[in-house]
């Protein structure tokens, strides 16, 4: 009975101990579930999250009309977790080949101990998914024993590949991307702050080795960068393109420069050189083909520079364009002995007729009348010596030497437009000063910005410097309608309908390899129509191989596009005809004195 007695007081005892235990148990269950349920969710939380960044996508680069010359696309970047990789050789193996590289490289990027590392930029879907199920198959086909080899670590966050739609057409102006996705070249590289966007930040849960779904939980929005609008006319640009690069092949040239622009407002509308590259693929591409040629290119001009020192003459009122001059074939100034391009005989030449037959001994007796410092102003007047102020990268200021240093054979030289270099951009803003009835204004391949809601802000007015009178400017473009006639040195550059003014230029090439005149630039730059210029064109090729004269080579090219852009733009044919100025002595004797009054007075 006492035994009794006694086991029942320790079953009475251990239910008493197994309710406080319980007891114990329910007040912690209760601690956790809802006293401290917030706290051990979040450690729980924080034992699991990880953070991510979000890419944004870079700003689209646009021709005038909206068209994408460069635009971000979703792609996948494949990052590792380190640390949760224990076979790194094994991994490699498999992600190697699908990933087109080699093992040890894959190997080397999954090896080591960092919680985030880059393996392979912009791949595409299909290969993300070919990647997960190959590590799947793998995984599966390991026995229990052989679980602890399964590999995780490998995955895959959004980012974008850049698309260069146009191709090689506008490679050299656009520019391209590196592979960080940063600008590299051009307008990428030049407004890279604005096209780059913000990049945004997410956090996810990770159950080992791979985002829990449903678990993503945006930080940071990510935004989108700025799109930049250029100036540039898809169509136009495409002619461009075609047309400069047939003729720096059938001329077995260097390189060669289009560049068409509104002389009015600064704009080009085209802006094409060959040879190009792809910058779609730009793995294989030397940095020569990466520069931009018709800013960065600097040349000596030639005979396209000669209108300077013609437009000096006339708006210092030294010379009128029906002046007669004594042109010899060879003329020696100081210790040097200056020839024209072609022999001939002493001609009685008027001012045009010096600019139609692009004579260089000609141009020295213009030049004469003006003194060394009044042509160096005017040099500096029409923008020589200094940067047309276009935005591009890398332009250049181009070569003018203070007149306080020239010599008994500087100002001849450079008279007819040799001595100091210009870029093509430059030229082009020269003769579109002259067709925009003497006022420079600076060219521009930026309309203007559109932010990530599509709301536009034009750029600002071009800057803009008179140069010489309205007055001066007619004259001129009057002078330089006879270049293109069968008299001059660029016939080919006539279009029917139209009147066409422009010059030609085929200059002595300096090789940076020797430091010595080697080759030659070849050169056209005109406008249309002549009566009222709407567009100037300037055509620069580089070391031609054989024939070398600007209007052989250049005038057909700007015929060309020329052609393209009035019909494009629904220019109306000239109705009004040119009233030639007379090209030598005998056609100045020809006129009647009325004729040469009404010709001298010739209104903007």
Not at 199 to 208: I, L
Not at 264 to 282: D, E
Not at 373 to 388: A, N, P
């Amino acid at each position: 009975m006492g035994n009794f007695q006694i086991a029942r007081e320790r079953i009475r005892w251990l239910i008493a101990i197994i309710c406080v235990v319980l007891m114990l148990f329910g007040l912690r269950l209760i601690d956790i579930q809802a006293v401290q349920a917030q706290t051990y969710a979040q450690r729980a939380s924080n034992e699991m999250a990880r953070t991510s960044i979000m890419p944004a996508p870079r700003g689209a680069i646009t021709d005038i009309n909206g068209f994408e010359f460069a635009r971000s696309v979703s792609a996948l970047n494949v990052v590792v977790d380190q640390t949760l990789i224990k076979d790194p050789l094994k991994a490699a193996q498999i992600a190697a080949p699908i990933l087109s590289m080699s093992v040890a490289d894959v190997q080397k990027q999954i090896t080591g101990t960092r919680r985030w590392y880059m393996v392979a930029r912009s791949v595409t879907p299909a290969k993300w998914n070919a990647l997960t199920a190959a590590f799947t198959r793998y995984n599966q086909s390991l026995s229990r024993a052989d679980s602890s080899k399964r590999i995780f670590g490998f995955f895959s966050e959004r980012g974008y590949v850049r698309e260069y739609p146009s191709g090689s057409s506008i490679a050299s102006l656009v520019g391209f991307v590196n592979q960080a996705g940063i600008g590299a070249a051009g307008i990428e590289w030049s407004m890279n702050s604005k096209i780059s966007g913000t990049d945004g930040k997410y956090e996810y849960a990770d159950g080992y080795g791979a985002q829990i779904p449903g678990s993503q939980q945006e930080l940071i929005t990510a935004k989108t960068g700025t799109t930049v609008r250029l100036t540039i006319d898809r169509d136009v640009q495409w002619v461009a393109s075609q047309a400069i690069l047939a003729a720096v092949k059938k001329a077995h040239a260097l390189s060669g420069t289009v560049i068409v622009m509104d002389p009015k407002t600064g704009a080009i509308l085209a802006h094409a050189t060959a040879p190009t590259f792809n910058p779609n693929n730009t793995s294989n591409v030397p940095l020569s083909l990466m520069r931009n040629p018709s800013v960065q290119e600097v040349y000596e001009p030639g005979s396209t520079g000669k209108v300077i020192t013609l437009a000096a003459a006339i708006e210092e009122k030294k010379v009128t364009p029906t002046t007669v001059f004594t042109v010899p074939y060879s003329m020696k100034v100081s210790n040097a002995l200056f020839k024209d391009h072609e022999k001939h005989p002493t001609e009685k030449l008027t001012t045009t007729g010096i600019l139609a037959i692009s004579s260089n001994t000609g141009a020295i007796q213009v030049g004469a009348k003006l003194g060394n410092t009044v042509l160096y102003d005017y040099l500096r007047k029409f923008g020589i010596g200094s940067s047309t102020g276009s935005g591009l990268p890398g332009e250049s200021d181009g070569t003018l030497a203070q007149v306080s240093t020239w010599s008994g054979t500087t100002a001849p030289t450079v008279a007819f437009g040799q001595g100091y270099s210009v870029t093509a951009m430059q030229a082009t803003s020269v003769f579109a000063t002259i067709a925009n009835n003497g006022v420079r204004v600076s060219p521009t391949v930026i309309a203007g910005t559109s932010d990530a809601s599509g709301n536009f802000t034009p750029s600002a007015k071009r800057a803009s410097v008179k140069a010489i009178s309205p007055s001066t400017a007619a004259q001129l473009r009057l002078m330089m309608e006879s270049v293109v006639t069968a008299n001059g040195t660029a016939p080919e550059a006539a279009i029917p309908g139209y009147r066409v003014a422009g010059k030609t230029g085929t200059a002595m090439r300096v090789d940076d390899s020797c430091h010595c005149y080697k080759g030659y630039t070849a050169s056209f730059i005109g406008f249309a129509p002549a009566d009222n210029p709407q567009y100037v064109i300037s055509v620069t090729i580089q070391a031609p191989q054989g024939i070398h004269w600007g209007g052989t080579l250049g005038a057909p090219v700007f015929k060309t596009v020329m052609s393209f852009v009035l019909q494009s733009r629904h220019v109306a044919p000239t109705q009004t005809k040119a009233a030639a100025y007379p090209l030598n002595a005998a056609q100045v004797g020809a006129l009647r004195v009325k004729d040469l009054k009404s010709l001298k007075s010739v209104k903007p």
